[in-house]
């Protein structure tokens, strides 16, 4: 199967669904020329044109509320946030008119958009331009999230995202632009709320999202060394949440350390360690064990910026102890 | 004043230090934070600093010279020419007995130059277990921070000297770690019900609680400690729920891994233990029920009863000795009517009554049961207990030997007395029956 980097799946996806329903459009910062700075669109305004691949003034607000309207009004727009921590411009557009429209409107109106934005840090870009804030975002009902943990899955997820009537916002990490994985040349999309088991093991289960997915599976290699058989899942959607794999993977292990790379305090891993302590916790032999970055504005620093986040071996070390039966810091 | 310099332990394993230089000489003044001498370990090169201003006197240690880690090499007084005591040749007695394991001394480092203890804060191993060099061994809070301390040595933690709270002075022994794991473990980690002046330490809780407030860390510092939990008796049981589920669904108690000593929290991995310590406890019952059974035994003369036995075939066509006996062990006691008669070859209730020859056959369920071994030769028959009340006759020489067995429930020991000593009446003076 041929391999392509996570920036030419989205490339891809975009074009397709583009070439599917005309309805479908993007608009941002710099995305028709330059193709963003990432470079991830390049190509496409010169085969849809200015009309549907729209470069906008620096102002996330106005165009994040055209994207609003426009999906109020008929249209399927993918509006393209530059960095993850520009959301907090967004937020009143995206959180209080386009999650609560449907509702609010009896049901009348619908905001089939999609916001694409990125996260992940370690690119030494500092704490304004290295936030993982997905939390933030699933925490409103109304709108969906989605998190792709490789090409594979950024493809897939959003095409899933721009057919869906629902305001869905995909992160993906900014760091794995240029990461391969293998994409099939036929057309799929990825469900939502269908978590993906991607090894398979009964000691202890590794729950990771986005990039650390494979933090978590680099983790399950050293453990392998320590006699350890470790499960690691990708929920690909935070919401929705495949709670069901979930449960039934911690029901199965007894252990479980959810890890994801937005800071640890009322986050993702939070909700998701607390959703299987409320469901398998007869069935659990260590507590449900959180690890997301740490509590603090990222640092710019280099050496201080790599151990904000998890890594394999500070997994590996957790999952040691847990199944060891020692008690962990609580920090 | 006069301040004691001493040699500082600088690295967990490592008992003493090579003096390379000095850098002040006797009777120089110094100030506070000066460099006073430079010290070599196996890793590394450190400068001393003054921890006042005074004069350097009474340096007892030349350069080069390998001196013991807490020694006295020097001190800072207040004149040049100030007494100084005679130098020190022991290093600090450890406030420990000489019984202390074989085994590599871990010390309390000197962490800071200043700092002459340091707080522990709390173990992170248990006494018994097995170490690594590079495993962190105890947490220790200076005036500055709060430091994660190494092993130092792999092996078996077979003696931890001091528990978490306690302020060490540095250079004292407080741990030692061996080759072979030992049964023989001193274990002074934990102290319950002590009143700690730092760490919160409820027995039942895992403490979290962050270093005492006068050092004011910011929230940046995680100082968390871990405190292996040693639950005093009494207190809760800590086990992971999946442990205490299965526990509850095979029906074992906890309890029993806490009398057993089983360090806590249990985890699953505790489940075959409290298996086997749960069949050792169900194997004693045998012994408790039979503390509850009473055992009394009489003896009469023989002769009355057969002549008896003979007289009564001969007079009444009676011959049916069980009939006899039951009759008359019926009447022993007011409760009992459906007596139970055996021998070796055949059982039969009966209705007992007074008369002998109203006692009859009976379906009933027996309420006292007479074992006849009279024509065997058993002598003595102690057969385990049973519910129901038995008394076993047997035949020795010219006398009749009476046992009874009566679990405490059936009979009190008043109503047991009575009743053997009744029959026992009966059968040395059987006229009395007819009476």
Request: proline residues 5%.
């Amino acid at each position: 199967m041929r391999q392509i980097t996570l920036s030419q799946a989205v490339n891809e996806a975009l074009a397709e669904e583009m070439r599917r329903d005309e309805t479908v459009f993007i608009i941002g910062e710099d995305v028709a020329e330059a193709g963003t700075p990432f470079k991830i669109l390049s190509g496409l305004v010169e085969e849809f044109g200015t009309n549907r691949v729209i470069d906008t003034p620096i102002s996330e607000p106005g165009f994040m509320g055209m994207g609003v309207g426009a999906a109020m009004t008929g249209m399927r727009p993918v509006v393209d946030l530059m960095f993850g921590d520009f959301i907090f411009l967004v937020m009143d557009q995206l959180c209080n008119q386009a999650a609560k429209t449907h509702y609010m409107s009896g049901g009348k109106l619908n905001v089939p958009m999609v916001l694409r934005t990125n996260l992940g840090a370690t690119r030494r870009s500092a704490a304004q331009h290295s936030q993982s804030l997905h939390a933030i975002v699933a925490h409103i009902p109304g709108v969906k999230v989605a998190l792709p943990s490789s090409a594979y899955e950024a493809k897939g997820l959003l095409k899933t995202a721009i057919r869906d009537d629902n305001p869905v916002v995909i992160f993906e990490d900014k760091l794995m632009y240029q990461d391969k994985a293998e994409v099939p040349e036929e057309e799929y999309c990825i469900p939502f709320g269908v978590a993906n088991v991607k090894r398979e093991g009964t000691d202890i289960t590794l729950i990771g999202t986005s990039s650390m997915v494979q933090v978590c599976e680099a983790a399950a290699k050293l453990l392998e060394a320590d006699g350890i058989s470790a499960e690691v899942i990708d929920p690909r959607t935070i919401v929705p949440l495949d709670e069901k794999t979930l449960i039934e993977s911690a029901k199965k292990t007894s252990r479980v350390i959810v890890v994801d790379e937005g800071h640890q305090s009322f986050g993702v891993t939070s909700e998701i360690a607390s959703r299987i302590n409320e469901k398998a916790f007869y069935y659990l032999d260590a507590p449900a064990v959180r690890m997301g970055a740490m509590d603090v504005p990222i640092p710019f620093s280099p050496a201080l910026e790599d151990i904000t986040v998890p890594t394999a071996e500070g997994v590996a070390e957790k999952a040691r102890k847990l199944v060891r039966g020692e008690l962990i810091h609580a920090a | 004043m006069r301040h004691e310099i001493i040699m500082p332990a600088l690295g967990m394993s490592q008992d003493t230090g090579t003096l390379l230089a000095w850098h002040k000489s006797e009777g120089e003044a110094v100030a506070a934070g000066d460099i006073l001498f430079e010290v070599e370990t196996d890793k590394t090169t450190m400068e001393v600093e003054a921890p006042a201003a005074g004069f350097v006197v009474g340096i007892s240690a030349e350069a080069g010279a390998e001196v013991p880690v807490g020694n006295v090499i020097a001190y800072i007084a207040d004149t040049a020419d100030a007494d100084v005591p005679a130098a020190e040749s022991a290093a600090p007695t450890p406030a420990v007995a000489d019984a202390l394991p074989e085994g590599n001394q871990v010390i309390m480092p000197t962490l800071g130059m200043a700092q002459d203890s340091g707080l522990l804060i709390g173990w992170a191993k248990q006494a018994g277990d097995q170490v690594d060099a590079e495993d962190v061994l105890f947490e220790v809070e200076t005036d500055k921070s709060v430091a994660e301390v190494t092993a130092g040595h792999s092996g078996y933690l077979v003696a931890r000297l001091a528990a978490a709270g306690d302020e060490v002075p540095t250079g004292e022994v407080i741990a030692i770690i061996a080759a072979e794991p030992s049964a023989a473990l001193i274990d002074r980690g934990y102290q319950a019900g002590t009143a700690m002046s730092a760490s919160d330490k409820a027995a039942d809780t895992i403490p979290a609680a962050s270093a005492p407030t006068e050092t004011a860390s910011s929230k940046a510092a995680p100082t968390a400690s871990i405190q292996p939990l040693l639950a005093p008796a009494g207190a809760r049981i800590l086990a992971s729920p999946k442990l205490k589920r299965m526990a509850m669904e095979a029906g074992l108690d906890l309890q029993l891994l806490a009398d057993a000593g089983v360090p806590q929290p249990y985890h699953v991995s505790d489940l075959v233990q409290l298996k086997e310590l749960s069949k050792a406890a169900t194997q004693a019952p045998s012994g408790v029920f039979a503390a509850q059974t009473l055992e009394i035994s009489a003896v009469v003369d023989a002769g009355a009863f057969n002549e008896f036995v003979l007289w009564l075939e001969a007079n009444a066509g009676i011959s049916n000795q069980a009939q006899i006996l039951a009759s008359m062990l019926g009447s022993s006691h007011a409760a009992f009517t459906q007596i139970g008669v055996a021998t070796l070859w055949e059982t039969q209730v009966y209705q007992a009554h007074q008369q002998i020859s109203g006692t009859s056959v009976s379906e009933a369920a027996e309420e006292l049961h007479l074992r006849d071994l009279r024509g065997t030769f058993i002598e003595i028959a102690t057969l385990g207990n049973s519910a129901v009340p038995r008394v076993t006759l047997t035949r020795r020489g010219d006398q009749l030997h009476l046992q009874l067995s009566a679990p405490e429930s059936a009979l009190s020991a008043a109503d047991a007395l009575g009743l053997l000593n009744n029959f026992a009446e009966r059968l040395a003076d059987p006229m009395r029956q007819l009476l």
